[in-house]
């Protein structure tokens, strides 16, 4: 049986380094790291009625209104208290991207990369206005349910972002949402299996919502429309821990999270895709990648595994192994044909074979990399 706490992993290179610019003008309206509380309260809004209508308002939509359980499984709790903290850093991100772009920052004036006209300026802040506000209410919601479980509720961390641009921004956006959409398959699952099946539909209605926010980081990556809205007929399934990893190696900053603790999943070292995004196209047939390592016998000795849509993962040999300055790379054969959306790649200590990504994760040393096609 899969379970939630058989994930982990290391997303912190897995993305494409972004093209950091070289002028001395501010790449952001903040400096440091981002802190709470907004000006609003948020995110201590629980039992401020006032707040929340107000945020309710702005999201288009209410916190629902039936009866939350006043128990919950020991896993289910780990569950809200990753998705609380993954909605949280979500709202700070949001919040951060919207006032680079009301306060004229460079990079995300109209005329940039992704805001070539006024309209599009708009919309994305008319957008992403709403977006803030609907994972304002989605990290209400978990400690909420937390809270009246008996459950300590999660308290937010500081955060930095790797990113330079509006185009960075809804690039990023776009890659750990579809990370958020591939781990909340596996919520469903874990809230059916053990004993909390209740909570099945409301992560159903996120599922959702999160993937109408997706459709439009696919559209307004430059130039406008280059993507469709939707990747994939079957989105790519992922685990817990990717997105944990991902938390704590991309925008956490470290020492500033009070309940980590409460979040028990295990760390892998990351990997690194090293084939620049832009060059990874339907006619690519191998990918580079890297991970640090002092054991070139065991490295040599993992294979790397692909997982891509909800199909079977596929075991490749590394090949072309370099050892130098305690960095391994490789490349890797790569059927571009059949990996369109997002592919997660990991290192294993197993050849397999693989029944699905949580089966995965159970044997990754390395990982994941992160390569979106299309």
Known sequence: MRTFLLTAASLATALAAPQYQTKC???????????????????????????????????????????????????????????????????AYFHDLLANLTNGVEGYRIGDDGLESREAYHIAVKGLRVIEAQEKLHAIGANA????????????????????????????????????LGTLQEVIYAFATDGDAELTALVGSIIGNEAEQEGYFRLAQSPYGKKVPSALPFLT?????FAFNALNQLVLVPGTCPDQAAIPLPVFQPLSVDTPAAQITDNTTSVDFSFATSNQTFASSLSLVYINQQNIPVVEKLQNVEFANGVAKFSAPFAAANMN??????????????TNASNVVSYTVYGPGLIELN
């Open 25 to 91: 003008s501010p790449t952001s309206v903040r400096q440091g790291a981002f802190q709470f509380p907004l000006a609003d309260g948020f995110p201590d809004v629980l039992s401020n009625k006032t707040a929340i209508a107000e945020i309710s308002k702005q999201a288009h939509g209410s916190l629902p209104n039936g009866s939350l359980p006043t128990k919950i499984a020991d896993t289910t709790a780990v569950v809200l208290n990753l998705i609380a903290t993954n909605e949280l850093f979500e709202v």
């Open 145 to 180: 349910i937390l809270a009246t479980a008996g459950r300590p509720t999660v308290s937010p961390c500081h955060y930095q972002f790797p990113v330079q641009t509006f185009q960075d921004a809804i690039t990023f956006a776009a890659t750990f949402t579809d990370l958020v």
């Open 237 to 241: 399934a992922s685990s817990g821990a």
């Open 341 to 354: 959306g997002l592919t997660i790649a990991a290192l294993t200590n197993c050849v397999g074979p693989f």
